[in-house]
T-cell receptor, first 116, second 114 residues
Framework: AQKITQTQPGMFVQEKEAVTLDCTYD???????LFWYKQPSSGEMIFLIY??????QNATEGRYSLNFQKARKSANLVISASQLGDSAMYFC?????????????FGKGTKLTVNP | NAGVTQTPKFQVLKTGQSMTLQCAQD?????MSWYRQDPGMGLRLIHY???????DQGEVPNGYNVSRSTTEDFPLRLLSAAPSQTSVYFC?????????????FGPGTRLTVL
């Protein structure tokens, strides 16, 4: 069964600084995908970045990058040059089969607060 | 592309009422799913569909029905609303069921059952 662990319930960062949000995962699959979503206070779930298990390079999307360490089963999200609008909940997720269903398995999330 | 759309955004029901949450996508995605998000429980899968005419249960299907008559639409029906169904409901879609395929979410429906 897949499992996602986010150990940081809350993180604080100063505007313009970089921040790393931790995510570790557990799976017995060889092929899998890891995803990060942002949920601002308005409630929508916004897809940020994706890393495939066979991707040799770390994924990057603008100010977002994913520090993927396959042997350690970690997929940390790095946000560079934080902005006030980055304040939100961030969820790490893995797609797989759990409990007989094909679904996204989510971590509990990290609440990021960007201070001016 | 509008992506994944959901209606309504907000809904208040009385216990015992029925209603349908609408979900549509214009990306020709085969896979669609419904999640509910509750404080402290994270997102839980209700039902999903891997294509028109094919649906399956997730981890919390009781009290909900789905059908998928077209690729675009995947409505979620509450048969007899209960206060325990007060939640935020998200519809999501992806090109297919592949484990490397990104799921895109709709804006959500906030449902309150009195």
């Amino acid at each position: 069964a897949q499992k996602i662990t986010q150990t940081q319930p809350g993180m604080f960062v100063q505007e313009k600084e970089a921040v790393t949000l931790d995510c570790t995962y557990d799976t017995s699959d060889q092929s899998y995908g890891l995803f990060w979503y942002k949920q601002p206070s308005s409630g929508e779930m916004i897809f940020l970045i994706y890393q495939g298990s066979y991707d040799e390079q770390n994924a990057t999307e603008g100010r977002y990058s994913l520090n993927f360490q396959k042997a350690r089963k970690s997929a940390n999200l790095v946000i560079s040059a934080s902005q006030l609008g980055d304040s939100a909940m961030y969820f790490c997720a893995m797609r797989g089969r759990q409990g007989g269903s094909e679904k996204l398995v989510f971590g509990k999330g990290t609440k990021l607060t960007v201070n001016p | 592309n509008a992506g994944v759309t959901q209606t309504p955004k907000f809904q208040v029901l009385k216990t015992g009422q029925s209603m349908t949450l609408q979900c549509a996508q214009d990306m020709n995605h085969e896979y669609m799913s419904w999640y509910r998000q509750d404080p402290g429980m994270g997102l839980r899968l209700i039902h999903y569909s891997v294509g028109a005419g094919i649906t399956d249960q997730g981890e919390v299907p009781n009290g909900y029905n789905v059908s998928r008559s077209t690729t675009e639409d995947f409505p979620l029906r509450l048969l007899s609303a209960a206060p325990s169904q007060t939640s935020v409901y998200f519809c999501a879609s992806s090109q297919d069921r592949s484990r490397t395929d990104t799921q895109y979410f709709g804006p959500g429906t906030r449902l309150t059952v009195l």
